[in-house]
């Protein structure tokens, strides 16, 4: 079994910064993508960025260059830095990871939610 544990989310004023974090324990061989998503009230959960083993990345268009997603191999974490943070970044942020429990064999866990408000 795999656990899953955010931090970071808070309520903080537009133009503000948050970094959230979500460290992995449990059965792990290894880590492959790590990533964060994000669903606001009323709508669909929607990726915002990821990261692969070998340190690749992509972001959702709409927080490109605000937003910086990093990892700690050593702490099986991922980190998602938001700066400038806009009223429509508001939602609750999930991360998502997928981890090789044993050679040939990967699962797909979530985290239990960060809330991140943006006060205009």
């Known amino acids: 079994q795999v656990q899953l544990v955010e931090s970071g989310g808070d309520l903080v004023q537009a133009g503000g910064s948050l970094r959230l974090s979500c460290a992995a324990s449990?059965?792990?061989?290894?880590?492959?993508?790590m990533g964060w998503h994000r669903q606001a009230p009323g709508k669909q959960r929607e990726l915002v960025a990821d990261i692969t083993s070998g340190g690749s990345t992509n972001y959702a268009d709409s927080v490109k260059g605000r937003f910086t997603i990093s990892r700690d191999n050593a702490k099986n974490t991922v980190y998602l830095q938001m700066d400038s943070l806009k009223p429509d970044d508001t939602a609750v942020y999930y991360c998502?990871?997928?981890?090789?429990?044993?050679?040939?064999?990967?699962?797909?866990?979530w985290g239990q939610g960060t809330q991140v408000t943006v006060s205009s």
């Open positions: 998502n990871v997928d981890v090789r429990v044993r050679p040939g064999i990967s699962l797909n866990y």
């Open positions: 449990g059965s792990i061989f290894s880590i492959n993508a």
